[in-house]
């Protein structure tokens, strides 16, 4: 949590700033000390939280004010890109780990799945169908659809652990989440 000049703290834009228990849960499945791409980071919750654990982070959102929460966090390195609009920017990079939460673009998912080195981690948690009952987002371009991760992943990642279900925390909505290995894990979690 960072202060602002008027001493208000700031959260991010969800109003949390907890990591999500699904990225807790599955983040030791990361190879210690690998470098991680958090995707759509916003004001960057995972990223702290991933880099205070030694990771080096890279941070990507096509919001920079949002990123400027990020400046002086050690361990994190922040890019403002339109990751819908723009060219993958890290179509030369590898990573141990990639977490993407609450942001869909269903054109990424080919980039992220290259993008993950052998042995790499994908924790992906987004918003899926149903979750129009509790609030935004409402548009179905936006929501899952009842096993899509699980059907991007088929054949491309090895799903360890999956979920489709309606949570409570940190605010009632429908949810899909999937942690999938790039192949065989290179150390023991």
């Known amino acids: 949590m960072t202060s602002?000049?008027?001493g208000m703290q700031n959260v991010g834009h969800t109003g949390i700033d907890a990591p999500s228990t699904w990225v807790e849960r599955f983040a030791g499945r990361i190879e210690p000390g690998g470098r991680i791409l958090d995707v759509a980071c916003g004001h960057g919750r995972h990223?702290?939280?991933l880099a205070a654990r030694g990771h080096p982070v890279e941070?990507?959102?096509r919001d920079a004010d949002a990123l400027?929460?990020?400046i002086d966090v050690?361990?994190?390195v922040t890019l403002a890109a339109d990751l819908e609009g723009g060219p993958w920017p890290y179509a030369d990079q590898r990573f141990a780990g990639i977490v993407v939460?609450?942001?869909l673009h269903r054109p990424?998912?080919?980039a992220l799945i290259a993008s993950l080195a052998p042995g790499g981690v994908l924790i992906y948690e987004t918003f899926a169908l149903g979750n129009e009952r509790y609030g935004r987002p409402r548009n179905p371009d936006f929501l899952l659809q009842p096993g899509e991760l699980l059907q991007r992943a088929h054949g491309r990642l090895e799903v360890i652990a999956y979920e489709h279900l309606t949570i409570e925390a940190p605010r009632p909505a429908v949810v899909q989440r999937m942690c999938a290995l790039n192949g065989a894990?290179?150390?023991s979690a």
């Open 4 to 6: 602002k000049p008027d």
């Open 47 to 49: 990223a702290r939280w």
């Open 59 to 61: 941070a990507v959102d």
């Open 68 to 70: 400027n929460d990020l």
């Open 74 to 76: 050690a361990g994190v």
């Open 101 to 103: 939460v609450n942001y």
């Open 108 to 110: 990424l998912f080919p």
């Open 185 to 187: 894990p290179p150390f």
